[in-house]
């Protein structure tokens, strides 16, 4: 019960599931996300960002990932978009 699961999609594939303890931050999660990535093989240049959305809506980075832990019986499900940032 103090771990939350997640899946993170990326275009329209889920690419990552991790088991995350629930005192932990979007910010610290966005930053897990993002080295995962990268050795997956998914290539995430500098100057991209990466912007997650759950249900839609951009969560605050200061967020507990556990406020997004309603339903208990599924995974909580981030969607990742990739925006270039320069150029």
């Given at each position: 019960p103090d771990?939350?699961?997640c899946?993170?999609?990326f275009?329209?594939?889920?690419?990552l599931k991790?088991?995350?303890?629930?005192?932990?931050r979007v910010?610290?999660m966005?930053?897990?996300?993002?080295?995962?990535?990268i050795t997956?093989?998914?290539?995430?240049?500098?100057e991209?960002?990466l912007f997650?959305f759950?249900d839609g809506?951009?969560?605050?980075?200061?967020?507990f990932?556990s406020?997004?832990d309603?339903?208990k019986?599924?995974?909580v499900?981030?969607?990742v978009q990739r925006?270039?940032?320069?150029?």
């Amino acid at each position: 019960p103090d771990h939350v699961p997640c899946h993170i999609n990326f275009e329209g594939a889920t690419v990552l599931k991790l088991i995350l303890p629930c005192c932990t931050r979007v910010c610290e999660m966005h930053l897990c996300v993002r080295k995962r990535m990268i050795t997956k093989g998914i290539r995430v240049r500098a100057e991209e960002a990466l912007f997650m959305f759950v249900d839609g809506m951009i969560p605050a980075s200061s967020s507990f990932i556990s406020d997004f832990d309603i339903d208990k019986s599924k995974p909580v499900t981030f969607e990742v978009q990739r925006e270039t940032t320069f150029g």
